[in-house]
Structure formats: C-alpha cells, structure tokens
C-alpha cells in the first residue's frame, strides 16, 4: 500500500469522548511523546473551542515536549471556532460537517443547501491561513450518497487536501466502506482518510480496507478509546501495517503506550488482546506446540520480541506423545518407548486433575516412577 500517507491518532480528541474518560494536561502530552517515538504520521489533539482555555497550553506542550511535527485539530464549521484553531497554527486543520438527512435535520435544523453554503463559505476561510485543509463528512455512512458527492466536489472546489469519511455509527462494513474510497478515489483528485467506529466490532477491518481500497489516511486511537464501542485500535491497524505491511512503526512500544492508555482512562487490557496482550503468545495444543518447535512460523504471524512479548509454552492434558517427549527433554529426561504410552496417560491425567500444567518437579516426580 505505497499511497498510504499513514495514521492520524485521535486518543487526545475521540478518545478523550469515551464516557468516563478526562485525560489531564500531563497525560495528554505524555500519550503525544509516546505517538511520535512510535512514528504516527499526525496527532489529533483536540478541539478548537474558544470554550477550550487549556488548549493553547496543549498545543504548545505537545509540540516542544512531545515532539509532535504534525499537529491537527479538529473544528466545527463556526467562524469563531475557525478564528480559534488558525490562532493556534496547526499544521493540519479538520473541519467537520453532518451529510446525512437526519443529522442535518436533527443538529443543525438545516437543509441541504445550508450545508453546501456552510463548507463553501468554511473552506475559503481557513483555505490561505493553513497548510493542509481536512474536511470530515459527518455520518458519510448513512449519507445519500449524491448529496455526499455534491459536497467532495464542492470541498474539491475549495482547495480541500483531504475528505474524511466517517463511519459515524459504525455500520460500515468491508466491502461497503472499500467499494465508497474507490469511488471517490476514481472520481476526485483529492486525498481520502477514514474514521471508523467499532459499534458491530468491524472498525479495525474497516479501516485497513479502506486503506486496501485506495485511502490514504486512517483515524485511530490507543485501545480503541472513543465514544459508545470505540474506534478503530492503534495497536492493531499500526500493527498490521508494520507487520504485515513493513510500515516502519515502533511496535515494540505499543504495549508501553497501551499500558500508559489503560491507567490514564481505567481500561483493563485483557491478555488475549490483539498485539498488546500478555498473552497472545501463549500456547497448550499440542499440534500447534509441535509446529512451534520446528518453526515459529507455523502457528505465529510475527515475532513476540517485535511487540516486545515473549513466547509462553505450557505442556499439559492437551499434549500427546511428542508433546510429552518434549518436555521431558526440556528437563534432561528420557522414558523407555515401551513405557511412554502409560506416562503419557498419567501425565494427561494429572494435568486433568489439576487444572493446569504439571511443574518440574511434578514432572521428575511422575517420570521416577518409570525408572
């Protein structure tokens, strides 16, 4: 994926929305410090509001103490809030707009030409003052889909540097989300990015194949942090693209970054979590415990050490013959082949009985009994 520009992380904004969530001055530029030794490609830090007395401050920390060289902020189409985020000198400007009926209806008590009227006069505004003009069409999803063209050519017209689509509610799905970017990349000369929500659990899909399908740019937060399910995860769409796609992320650092996230927000990151989990590594099958020992390769897509995890192999009532083989030689062990068939049994059993893997010394216990 050669046209991916990369990443635009919205933990300070979206993420910042989850219920239950306020990240303080210091956390924000802590998660920021964290997002630029990674390489994420732009950071969104939050709102422009007049309303926002703190923002000045964030900015400006996340820029001299973070590092952050691609600073975005998101805005509403109000002149004050416009006047707010161009005092403040981003380098990237996401203005943002509802396209579908019901939220043109229901928020802004507009119709359609209002809106048309709204981007037009919003994107000459902020066009000569900012170096990269974003516009985000709110609820794209559920948007007919002509009105939604109207604006990308309107926007278009205007100088925009980019659309953003967002899955506003997340009911996009993969194919439906890809068949939008093509259409968009075939018929306008402008970049797109993609803000996907998690609401059937589909936003991290949703977002690589946008990328497949031609996006350049996909929103993302630390843990998928963001309101109702969340947002597409970080670790996992940056991982991927690391990992399968060579970007050149510093993947060893997402579990520190996730861990950082968790505290700053009350998560709890379970062990099974994709990439970051404690766990991911860990194996009892004794098929797949049989292929590790020859090749990592066979049940593991990437190294542990390349997410800063470790392999973690456990023989217990889940192994047969080979796999029992194995962890008496782990310990410097051997059994007759006449009498392993009955130790194999016994060492099943035991595991059984016990819930769990047999300990070394459980295991020269059984093993002397064969001697």
């Known amino acids: 994926m050669e046209h991916v520009r990369g990443l635009v992380d919205s933990t300070l904004r979206e993420g910042g929305q989850t219920a239950g969530v306020s990240f303080s001055l210091e956390q924000k530029v802590a998660l920021s410090r964290y997002l630029v ?5 732009e950071v969104e830090v939050g709102i422009a509001s007049p309303l926002d007395r703190e923002l000045p401050s964030l900015v400006s920390r996340c820029r001299g103490e973070a590092g952050v060289k691609r600073l975005s902020l998101w805005c509403r189409c109000r002149k004050e809030d416009i006047a707010c985020a161009l005092r403040l000198a981003p380098e990237v400007l996401s203005l943002s707009v509802p396209v579908s009926d019901l939220h043109i209806a229901t928020k802004l008590n507009l119709g359609r030409p209002a809106v048309v009227e709204t981007v037009a006069r919003s994107l000459a505004k902020a066009r000569a003052a900012v170096g990269y003009l974003s516009l985000g069409l709110e609820d794209a999803t559920r948007a007919d ?21 967002a899955d506003t509610v997340g009911v996009a799905t993969p194919g439906s989300i890809a068949a939008m970017v093509r259409g968009l990349r075939r018929d306008f ?17 949703n977002a690589l194949a946008a990328l497949e399908a031609g996006a350049h740019w996909a929103d993302v937060t630390v843990l998928g942090l963001g309101e109702r399910a969340g947002n597409s995860r970080l670790e996992e769409v940056g991982g991927y693209l690391a990992l ?23 998560r709890k990151i379970e062990a099974h979590q994709p990439v970051i989990g404690a766990g991911i590594f860990a194996c009892e099958t004794g098929l797949h ?23 973690q192999l456990s023989y217990g009532a889940k192994v047969g013959r080979q796999g029992v083989a194995e962890r008496l030689r782990q310990l410097g062990l051997c059994c007759q082949e006449a009498q392993l068939g009955r130790l194999v049994e016994d060492f099943r059993g035991q595991c059984q009985d016990l819930g769990r893997p047999l300990h070394d010394r459980e295991v020269l216990q059984l093993v002397a009994q064969y001697r």
């Open 289 to 311: 415990l049989a292929g590790l020992a020859k090749d990592p390769r066979t049940y593991e897509p990437y190294e542990p050490t390349l997410v800063g995890a470790r392999r």
């Open 189 to 205: 000369a402008v970049e797109i990015g993609v803000h996907m929500h998690n609401d059937f659990g589909m936003a991290t899909a």
């Open 37 to 41: 030794q990674i390489g994420i490609e």
């Open 244 to 266: 399968q796609g060579g970007r050149p992320y510093a993947t060893t650092l997402f579990p520190a970054l996730a861990r950082l996230a968790a505290d700053c927000s009350g």
């Open 145 to 165: 889909s002509a009105f939604l063209r109207e604006i990308v050519a309107i926007a278009c017209e205007n100088g925009v540097d980019r659309i953003r689509i």
